[in-house]
């Protein structure tokens, strides 16, 4: 049984939209410590996430090691790409997915977060999304590279911009990365590498600037494949995560678990003195230079 240390300790983590991603794991991670979890859903799956809640879909994910079920505190409807109101398109307020949903910008966010529970202590970045990922960068068009940029990078400064003032003195921020920031991974596309590669230099600069302006630390945790709804959209996770099994040092498959224990790990005081970093929980994958599985060492 996980000791109840951040009890007392609000978290935000922004990116839930299921029981399947690291925000998931992560969430949980930091409940069974004892902490608050607020919830960030991506507004036009808000119904989806609290029905299914509510229905008990989630319960098998939600059990802790005492048995017991996992609550959020509260959700907020929210789409990271706007920073405030008026940068909301007529049309995107006309949407019925958007329709009857008030205050969903970063901005408005933070004030709700602020009114209802003043100030927090963690920060959690677990969004990304590229609308042309499954093209070549070759084929990649200026639209949707920005929006790559827009939703998987610049949404981190954004969040961290806004929420730092509400950020408990000593607090602590995280966001997830992947190896295709520093490495060419093949079909993982439409700008998604430049974004996870801009998200990685900010990390270190908003460490900075974060550290010297509000005291909290600021890290990364560079995951490996994981099969979730979202990476199941790319169209090639299963081909990954068997690439990764057979070259990685450890072979076996990663678990959400392995990643939210590293980044409650990162986010909790323990990390006291840890900041600026972009830490690699995929295997040891970060750390090879060849691919064993290639032809080239089947030759006898």
């Known amino acids: 049984m996980e000791k109840k240390d951040l009890q007392g300790k609000k978290a935000f983590i922004a990116g839930i939209g299921d029981d399947q991603g690291f925000g998931w794991a992560i969430a949980k991670s930091l409940a069974e410590r004892g902490a608050t979890i607020l919830i960030g859903t991506w507004a036009p799956v808000l119904k989806i996430f609290t029905t299914s809640w509510e229905n008990g879909k989630f319960d098998e994910s939600r059990k802790l090691s005492d048995g017991s079920l996992w609550k959020y505190e509260k959700v907020y409807a929210m789409d990271a790409i706007y920073d405030f109101k008026e940068d909301v398109p007529e049309e995107v307020l006309e949407n019925k997915r958007y329709k009857g949903l008030k205050g969903f910008t970063i901005s408005e966010i933070k004030e709700q977060v602020e009114k209802d529970y003043g100030t927090i202590d963690f920060l959690v970045h677990s969004l990304a999304n590229a609308p042309e990922v499954t093209k ?81 630390r600021v890290n990364c945790v560079s995951a490996g494949p994981l099969r979730s709804r979202a990476a199941r959209a790319i169209g090639m996770i299963d081909d990954m995560i068997a690439y990764f099994k057979e070259n990685a040092p450890l072979q076996k498959e990663l678990e959400a678990e392995e990643v939210a224990k590293a980044s409650s790990f990162l986010l909790s005081d323990e990390a006291s003195a840890i900041t600026g970093m972009v830490l690699f929980v995929d295997n040891g994958m970060h750390a090879m230079g060849v691919a064993l599985d290639s032809p080239a060492f089947q030759k006898s």
């Open 136 to 216: 070549p960068l070759l084929e990649t068009s200026r639209k949707g590279y920005l929006a790559a940029m827009s939703s998987s990078s610049y949404s981190f400064v954004s969040l961290l911009s806004h929420f730092g003032p509400i950020l408990n003195k000593g607090g602590s921020v995280l966001c997830l990365s992947y190896i295709a920031s520093t490495k060419v991974v093949p079909k993982y596309g439409g700008g998604m590498s430049s974004a996870k590669a801009a998200l990685e230099s900010d990390v270190r600069t908003l460490a900075f600037e974060a550290g010297r302006k509000w005291n909290v």
